[in-house]
């Protein structure tokens, strides 16, 4: 079974400063990795996976993640936000060696201030 | 193309009420998935479908949580005789091959 664990339930940054958010997972199995966001009222939003191959992956929005398998991590960096990063955003993960359940953390609120 | 959507968008349901929730995945997307979502947690899973046969319910979390998909496009959800602790946004999500789960935009039930 696998876990994932964000270690920021809440997170304020001001606008145009650099963020990361972390994940963690925990799996007996190779896996593949996920960064979604929610906006407030809506459905999640794929912002960038990992499947395979460079461990540096590039999503949209100009955010960018970095698996580190020796760590469990995958966290989720900007260089700069806007305002319209405010959301909620959530890691998840599925097994690479069983269907498609995937697992999710319990979020990060990212509130970008002006 | 048109996405994932779900209706109703909203339902208030008095205890005891049965209510049916409906998704309508990506046309030809064989994997179809539920989600519960409670407030500021993150989604958990429910149950999976693949066409229409269903291939894991272990997260349903009572006997009172039905799913089906009998033509292997549409799903409903379904609560019987639905309690408070059922108040949560319910999501949908279909995925092709590529391991994207597209999510449609949510119900959010309200037991009062």
Sequence with gaps: ???????????????????ELRCNYSSSVSVYLFWYV???NQGLQLLLKYLSGSTLVKG?????????????????????????????????????????????GPGTSLSVIP | ???????????????????????????????????????????????YFQNEAQLDKSGLPSDRFFAERPEGSVSTLKIQRTQQEDSAVYLCASTDVSYEQYFGPGTRLTVT
């Design chain 1, 38 to 40: 929610q906006y407030p």
């Design chain 2, 1 to 47: 193309g048109a996405g994932v959507s779900q209706s109703p968008r909203y339902k208030v349901a008095k205890r005891g009420q049965d209510v049916a929730l409906r998704c309508d995945p990506i046309s030809g997307h064989v994997s179809l998935f539920w989600y519960q979502q409670a407030l500021g947690q993150g989604p958990e899973f429910l149950t």
């Design chain 1, 60 to 104: 949209i929005n100009g955010f960018e993640a970095e698996f580190n398998k020796s760590q469990t991590s995958f966290h989720l960096r900007k260089p700069s936000v806007h305002i319209s990063d405010t959301a909620e955003y959530f890691c998840a993960v599925t097994s690479k060696t069983s269907y498609d359940k995937v697992i999710f």
């Design chain 1, 1 to 19: 079974a696998q876990s994932v664990t964000q270690l920021d339930s809440q997170v304020p940054v001001f606008e145009e400063a650099p963020v």
